[in-house]
């Protein structure tokens, strides 16, 4: 008996990496490399920016994303002529973040940040009605991530002009994906025996339930795959350098990093209430294996206690992948600062996801991503001594190829636009907040695996994915 668990490609996108991590920087659409907002969100867009802090400065905030969407069966694609859009159901995510910095001396300054740059989850419903399941909860239907990363920072400002930083990332992850396992493309097992029972028609063969005429997509299980507190290590470089009193340019490398999972994986039988159409025999003594009108569900039923199908480990592995971005930030004029920066995601790392479990076959998923590009373009003017107002926007590329968009990552170029603002309340004291709106383009996609006798390709789309979401930022700043 296989089963179709896979581990989660939600994270493996430009889509779900989270790039808001401080109200300020959030506002300027991310564009925060060249010129940092001195709230200590620096640690993650530039360490070389945490020289010359003057004593200690504490930030925390959060951002929550709000996000819609749905998908749309071609005419004809969908069996419930009552139903051709599946809506999201995702409730609102809270995305936390904070950072303390502290000038050693002129020249030296410390830090240290915690940051979720992953960590979003994806809900959609298992049925569209008491008579029909949605296909896509077949890839996923609750899928969660997260990803906290904990940055200790070191900056040194090496002449007036250039300043460097650096500081080793640890990752705590984890991850969760839900799934609907599917009948037909199981092996019929003996259930007094365990032994797979010999197709009639194939000698050699095992039968499967699809030869029986059971529909593909006859959920008879549901999946989870666990796991958690899991640890990686990278690290974060950042260089800046001020070409003169109004130019300043900054670059920041982020690399690769590696997290190996090792979960569990647990199925729950779904009743089919379905029975065995006829007589399956032995080929080569023509005693009856199982008699027809056996409920079917009592021939999975060992599976679940004993069998394949019971609680078991999982392996797996995910690569965050290297980030470079490079920027530059203009004084336009004594109130009004223009910045802009470009980044680059290596998603192409991330070609394939090999699965090790316990007692099902092992197997490997073909992934395939792309490099993505980003480019974020932001200003800020102070329109009082104590408020500053800020405005931006950024476009990003997609990572996941065109057969590889399923209900795990709906996901497509993006266009976003923010808006926010910095108040200075006292010397010691500043809040920022934000509002981000992400409008992703509409994009093919599948809601549903190969078949055995299929690739994995474009033909399998059935539909069309709609995504979008609202970001609300809020940081508060200690100046000491």
Request: aromatic content about 10%.
């Amino acid at each position: 008996m296989g089963a179709g668990l896979w581990a989660p490609s939600l994270v493996q996108a430009q889509g779900f990496g989270v790039y808001e991590q401080g109200s300020c920087a959030m506002a300027r659409a991310g564009a925060a490399v060249a010129d940092g907002c001195g709230d200590g969100s620096s640690i993650y867009f530039n360490p070389a920016h945490v020289a010359g802090t003057d004593g200690f400065t504490a930030s925390f905030g959060t951002t929550v994303i709000d996000v819609g969407g749905n998908f749309t069966y071609d005419p004809g694609a969908q069996t419930s002529a009552t139903v051709d859009e599946v809506d999201l159901d995702n409730d609102p995510l809270p995305v936390p973040h904070a950072y303390l910095t502290y000038g050693l001396t002129e020249k030296i300054g410390l830090g240290l940040g915690t940051y979720v740059p992953y960590g979003l989850e994806t809900r959609w419903p298992t049925r569209l009605s008491d008579e029909t399941v949605f296909d896509g909860a077949f890839e996923g239907f609750d899928n969660q991530l997260q990803a906290i990363y904990v940055q200790p920072t070191v900056s040194y400002q090496v002449t007036p002009n250039l300043s460097i930083g650096a500081g080793p990332v640890a990752v705590i992850s984890s991850v969760e994906l839900n799934q609907l396992q599917d009948l037909s493309p199981q092996t019929v097992q003996n259930p007094q025996t365990g032994e797979p029972v010999p197709d009639p028609a194939n000698p050699g063969e095992d039968l499967q339930f699809s030869q029986l005429g059971i529909p593909f997509h006859t959920a008879f299980a549901r999946s989870k795959l666990d796991a958690n507190n899991e640890f990686g290590l990278g690290a974060n470089f950042g260089v800046s350098y001020q070409v003169s009193n109004r130019l300043r340019l900054g670059v920041r490398y982020t690399t690769p990093i590696k997290v190996d999972y090792e979960g569990d994986a647990t199925f729950e039988q779904v009743p089919t209430n379905l029975t065995i159409p006829a007589d399956l025999t032995d080929p080569q003594t023509g005693g009856i294996l199982i008699p027809a009108g056996t409920p079917i569900d009592d021939v999975l039923r060992s599976q679940f206690s004993s069998g394949q199908l019971t609680s078991q480990s999982v392996e797996t592995e995910i690569t965050f992948p290297m980030q470079l971005v490079a920027g530059i930030s203009v004084q336009a004029t004594e109130k009004l600062m223009l910045l802009a920066d470009y980044q680059f995601t290596g998603w192409s790392s991330f070609d394939k996801l090999p699965l090790e479990f316990g007692q099902l076959e092992d197997r490997t998923r073909p992934e395939d991503y792309e490099d993505t590009h980003g480019v974020r373009v932001g200003a800020e003017y102070d329109l009082l001594a104590p408020l500053t107002v800020r405005a931006g926007y950024l476009f990003n590329t997609a990572a996941a190829p065109d057969k590889s968009v399923t209900p795990l990552l709906p996901e497509s170029e993006r266009n976003q636009f923010t808006v926010g603002f910095g108040w200075r309340v006292t010397d010691a004291v500043a809040f920022n907040v934000s509002y981000q709106r992400l409008q992703q383009n509409d994009r093919r996609g599948r809601v549903r695996g190969a078949l055995p006798d299929e690739d994995l390709s474009t033909d399998l789309n059935q539909g069309l994915f709609s995504f979008n979401a609202n970001l609300i930022g809020a940081t508060f700043t200690l100046h000491l």
